[in-house]
């Protein structure tokens, strides 16, 4: 898993109640764009991100 910072994340819900949580890469702490990623969630929330398989990069920025 490659990112870059200013992509788009989604953690999707674990369960059909659970919501998808939104994001930005704001840091990559990994080599070569690797995680861990440093991610500022919609709600405001920063946190290092270890991304699981419920994880997806959304590479496409606004320019």
């Known amino acids: 898993m490659r990112a870059s910072q200013g ?3 989604i953690i999707r819900g674990k369960t059909v ?3 998808d949580r ?4 704001t840091e990559i702490r990994g080599t ?4 861990p ?4 969630f919609d709600d405001g ?3 290092m991100v270890f991304p ?9 920025r606004a320019v």
Do not use: M, Q
Request: glycine letters at 14%; proline letters at 10%.
């Open 22 to 25: 939104h994001g930005e890469v």
């Open 17 to 19: 109640e659970a919501p």
């Open 52 to 60: 699981g398989p419920d994880f997806v990069v959304d590479h496409s």
């Open 37 to 40: 990623y440093l991610v500022r």
């Open 32 to 35: 070569d764009g690797g995680p």
């Open 45 to 47: 929330h920063e946190t």
């Open 7 to 9: 992509d788009r994340i």
